[in-house]
């Protein structure tokens, strides 16, 4: 009963309409992030953040448009994929200590899985209860939806491939499910013998279940399958995507 009303308060989060880009980040963040405007993002520790000093910006963040629900073309965007690394880095530690400080193990769906799979993922943003709803919910789903989900991971201090970005499971904020079902561009391109850059021309693939994309959207997790750079495995806290 508890646990059904946390999972219920996590959806009444309020996401209304928002008028100014920064305004998303307040609300969306709103344990960590005490107010915002066009220029500035301002912590609840004072810490005042500029918002188009880098790039890519807060704002490039929010650019391509997330959408919820089932799509029925291949995406032409990657919503989300662009992040401006110093507000991550501010929210959920600097470093793999700092980051460890804050994250908790929870078990993935244990009526299905037992304790075979524990998760370690960040308390920062009520990041793990929101999982374990996810999780609670999921367990739900009829069992031809399992082997999709197991064998997860979460949390590894570690950069993006082919890349100096660091990856947003180094914050704890990321899942990874069952790879024998996922796509990523870069190992399709690898596959197929083709040049691993940006511009290479792919081929969408998938075949994660719309059902599951739908659950964790419901509580704040985007999806890395509505990426052009497609990452059908990952799932990410991002809710000021999806309002
Ligand atoms: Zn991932």
Not at 12 to 40: G, H, K, R, W
Not at 55 to 66: F, G, H
Not at 136 to 153: G, I, Q, T
Request: aromatic share 16%.
């Amino acid at each position: 009963m508890v646990k059904y009303f946390i999972c219920l308060l996590a959806l009444i989060t309020p996401l209304a309409a928002y008028p100014d880009t920064a305004a998303v980040f307040a609300d969306a963040y709103p344990d960590t992030i005490l107010a915002a405007s066009n220029e500035m993002v301002v912590w609840r520790d004072k810490t005042v953040m500029l918002i188009t000093k880098n790039s890519p910006t807060l704002a490039d963040q929010l650019k391509d448009k997330y959408r919820k629900g089932e799509f029925f073309t291949p995406p032409n965007t990657d919503p989300g994929r662009q992040r401006y690394q110093p507000f991550f880095l501010k929210m959920y530690g600097n470093t793999q200590w700092q980051v460890e400080k804050y994250l908790t193990t929870i078990y993935w769906m244990p009526k299905v899985f037992g304790n075979a799979f524990p998760l370690r993922v960040t308390t920062i943003n009520g990041v793990d209860k929101k999982l374990q709803c996810v999780s609670d919910e999921l367990e739900n789903l009829p069992d031809f939806y399992y082997p999709y989900l197991s064998n997860p991971s979460t949390f590894t201090w570690r950069n993006i491939a082919n890349s100096d970005h660091i990856s947003t499971h180094s914050f704890g904020i990321a899942i990874d499910i069952n790879t024998d079902y996922s796509h990523y561009w870069q190992w399709d391109l690898m596959h197929e013998e083709k040049p691993v850059t940006e511009s290479t021309p792919l081929t969408y693939q998938n075949e994660i279940p719309w059902e599951i994309v739908a659950i964790f959207e419901k509580y704040g997790f985007i999806w890395g399958g509505k990426w052009q750079h497609y990452d059908t495995m990952h799932f990410e806290y991002r809710p000021e995507l999806l309002q």
